[in-house]
């Protein structure tokens, strides 16, 4: 079993930055796919930064995100965390850390087998 908890959300201005955490503990991250998903009000859940890979790892990132998000691993605090730059009002919702196992996991939420409890961010404008 794995717990998630992040932590880092908040209010910022159009322009302004956050960095959200992900704490895990049950498993090692760097065992797992890790993925940061957004839900805006009336919107699907969307990934928004994924990393994986044991040796050799990956990141993808949605295209609405690129150069502005940056996911990175700290394997000695066995946390995951989302740096968030240039963020616009667009950004808004309730962002979760989600954790997946195997060759299966995707960008699709379904793949993720465990989540954390959300946290807010709010850009305004």
Same mark, same amino acid.
């Given at each position: 079993?794995?717990?998630?908890? /992040?932590?880092?959300?908040?209010?910022?201005?159009?322009?302004?930055?956050? %960095?959200?955490?992900?704490?895990?503990?049950?498993? @090692?991250?760097?065992?797992?796919?890790?993925?940061?998903?957004?839900?805006?009000?009336? %919107?699907?859940? /969307?990934?928004?930064?994924?990393?994986?890979?044991? @040796?050799?790892?990956?990141?993808?990132?949605?295209?609405?995100?690129?150069?502005?998000?940056? @996911?990175?691993?700290?394997?000695?605090?066995?946390?995951?965390?989302?740096?968030?730059?240039?963020?616009?009002?667009?950004?808004?919702?309730?962002?979760?850390?989600?954790?997946? /196992?195997?060759?299966?996991?995707?960008?699709?939420?379904?793949?993720?087998?465990?989540?954390?409890?959300?946290?807010?961010?709010?850009?305004?404008?």
């Amino acid at each position: 079993q794995v717990q998630l908890v /992040e932590s880092g959300g908040g209010l910022v201005q159009s322009g302004g930055s956050l %960095k959200l955490s992900c704490a895990a503990s049950g498993r @090692i991250v760097y065992r797992l796919t890790m993925g940061w998903f957004r839900q805006a009000p009336g %919107k699907e859940r /969307e990934l928004v930064a994924r990393y994986s890979g044991r @040796i050799v790892s990956s990141t993808y990132y949605a295209d609405s995100v690129k150069e502005r998000f940056t @996911i990175s691993r700290d394997i000695a605090n066995n946390t995951v965390n989302l740096q968030m730059n240039s963020l616009k009002p667009e950004d808004t919702a309730v962002y979760y850390c989600a954790a997946g /196992e195997g060759y299966s996991v995707s960008n699709s939420p379904g793949t993720y087998a465990y989540w954390g409890q959300g946290t807010q961010v709010t850009v305004s404008s």
